[in-house]
Nanobody, 115 residues
Framework: QVQLVESGGGLVQPGGSLRLSCATSGIIFSLAAMAWYRQAPRKQRELVAAIRRDGSTDYAGSVKGRFTISRDNAKDTVYLQMNSLKPEDAAVYYC?????????WGQGTQVTVSS
C-alpha cells in the first residue's frame, strides 16, 4: 500500500523559509520520480518541483531559485526547501508519486505566508 505523508507546513512571514518533508512507504523509493504540487484556494493544482531517480530536478518558473527539491533514498523521503517565501506561495502542498497504476497523493500540508 502506497502512503505519502507530508509535514513541515505552517505560518511564515514573507521572506521566511520552510522545509517540507514527504515520508513514503509502499514504493521502491530509490527508483521513483517524486514531485511536489500546490493548490491555492480557487486555483488549480500546479506542479512546483520534481525530482527524478537520478536526482535531476525541474521547477516551476515561479519558484526557480527560491525552492529546492531533494531526496534521501536512505529515508524514503523527499523534501522541499522553500526560501524567500511570498504571499503567493501560500497553498496546500502535496507530495506526488505516479506509477502504472495511477497517481498517489499525500494528505497535503498547509503553507501560509503572511505578516
Amino acid at each position: 500500500q502506497v502512503q505519502l505523508v507530508e509535514s513541515g507546513g505552517g505560518l511564515v512571514q514573507p521572506g521566511g523559509s520552510l522545509r517540507l518533508s514527504c515520508a513514503t512507504s509502499g514504493i521502491i523509493f530509490s527508483l521513483a520520480a517524486m514531485a511536489w504540487y500546490r493548490q491555492a484556494p480557487r486555483k488549480q493544482r500546479e506542479l512546483v518541483a520534481a525530482i527524478r531517480r537520478d536526482g535531476s530536478t525541474d521547477y516551476a518558473g515561479s519558484v526557480k531559485g527560491r525552492f529546492t527539491i531533494s531526496r534521501d533514498n536512505a529515508k524514503d523521503t523527499v523534501y522541499l526547501q522553500m526560501n524567500s517565501l511570498k504571499p503567493e506561495d501560500a497553498a496546500v502542498y502535496y507530495c506526488n508519486f505516479d506509477n502504472f497504476r495511477g497517481a498517489y497523493w499525500g494528505q497535503g500540508t498547509q503553507v501560509t505566508v503572511s505578516s
